[in-house]
């Protein structure tokens, strides 16, 4: 970033204790019971197992056995001990799983024991800076900087180490008291995520508010464009689509009351979306999504079709916006109404019609192109809630 360098050094990488323990052949639990996402394999060259002789047979167990979201590996060949003398070259492998894995069954399908694997707790990005020692703690005692392209990964671990590295620097600065941002240093912590688009608004003084604002709306558009591609990834690799609730009912029914409830169950923050027309002008990035009392022609009716989407996962889709549009990343969405979704579909399309010498409202739904089937096979459960009851309508 440019100008943070005159004002403090690069910023360092913490490790804590116990892993800096585990990385150093430390004591170790056999492995026999510990099940964990993030997990680091550290053996020398020269007991690696047959299995995993070299670092074209490593790769081929990782990926056709083991099947990690992420791993990345790298040969450490140029330490040296305390005397100076060289250390016994060995394999560093760090691995992350969606769900926790058992120790003792990864070390088994490696061919090895499980006191060569270490459970790694805390921020699993200093489990892959440790690879090339750029943690805080490797960098005090002069460990030898590898370079990222040494490491073979899954995924691009250079750019990775990029966003660590501008993360650590930009805490650090963001924590110096008294310190005025510059407009690009406000810019490129938004672009990191170091800070919120709240956050470097109430930094900003009014005269760069005023001038800037359209900036930050981009840069901040740029930013859930970026994390929504990093989650569709996710999400094509797991298999998942979006799934869509329909709840609709007259007013004092409960369906906002169970919108909120369905959300907290999905145990992820979710966003709550007015009846306004710029209603995802606030949107963050939230991986569930309430339309709260959606009404016909708030938003054009290709725009709600793309969003309620299922396999708009595997393409992407943008959400209307004022400045920008706004990249979604939801796999869950639930929508409430007081229209079911075939009179919303009917109102949709409603109009004034003049018959004879009187004007009536009408809908021309039936005449058009967009077929109600095109908005009901999008969506998965409809719920209809009344003040005694609630009636599930259909479920996919």
């Keep these: 970033m440019a100008g943070l360098g005159a004002r403090y050094k690069p910023g360092h990488i913490t490790v804590s204790k116990c892993q800096k323990s585990q990385v150093k052949g430390g004591k170790h639990d056999m492995g026999k019971t510990i099940r964990c996402k993030n997990m680091m394999y550290v053996q020398q060259v020269k007991h690696l197992p047959a299995k995993i002789a070299d670092k074209d047979k490593m790769i081929a167990v990782i990926e056709n056995e083991l099947k990690p979201q992420r791993y990345a590996i790298i040969l450490h060949d140029k330490d040296t001990n305390k005397d100076g003398t060289p250390e016994a070259p060995g394999y560093h492998v760090m691995l992350c799983f969606e769900n926790a894995r058992s120790i003792a069954a990864t070390a088994k399908h490696l061919g090895d024991n499980p006191q060569y694997i270490t459970k790694w707790n805390g921020d699993v990005n200093n489990g892959f800076a440790y690879l090339l020692h750029r943690t805080k703690a490797a960098k ?37 008291d008294g310190v005025n941002f510059s407009i690009d240093e406000l810019l490129n912590a938004l672009y990191v995520g170091i800070m919120s688009k709240d956050e470097v608004e109430k930094r900003m003084t009014g005269a760069q508010y005023g001038r800037y604002r359209r900036q930050v709306e981009d840069v901040w558009a740029k930013r859930l464009r970026n994390l929504a591609d990093e989650w569709r990834k996710e999400m094509i690799a797991q298999g998942k689509q979006t799934t869509v609730i329909w709840l609709y009912g007259e007013a004092g029914t409960g369906k906002t009351h169970m919108a909120r409830t369905l959300a907290e169950k999905a145990n992820q923050p979710f966003f709550m979306a007015g009846s306004s027309r710029d209603i995802f002008q606030n949107y963050s990035g939230e991986h569930t999504i309430i339309l709260d009392e959606l009404r016909p022609k708030i938003m054009a009716y290709q725009d709600l079709l793309r969003i309620l989407d299922p396999f708009n996962i595997k393409t992407g889709v943008n959400a209307p916006a004022r400045y920008n549009d706004k990249a979604l990343a939801a796999d869950l969405i639930i929508v409430t109404s007081p229209y079911s979704p075939y009179k919303f579909w009917l109102e949709q399309f409603s109009t004034l019609v003049r018959y004879n010498f009187d004007v009536r409202k009408a809908s021309l739904a039936e005449e058009g192109e967009d077929d109600f089937d095109q908005l009901d096979r999008r969506i998965g459960v409809t719920i209809c809630l009344e003040q005694d009851f609630i009636y599930q309508m259909k479920s996919n």
């Design 140 to 176: 005090a005692k002069g460990k030898h900087q590898y370079d990222p392209s040494e490491v073979a990964a899954n995924f691009d671990f250079a750019g990775l180490l990029q966003q660590i590295e501008n993360k650590v620097n930009l805490k650090q600065y963001k924590a110096q």
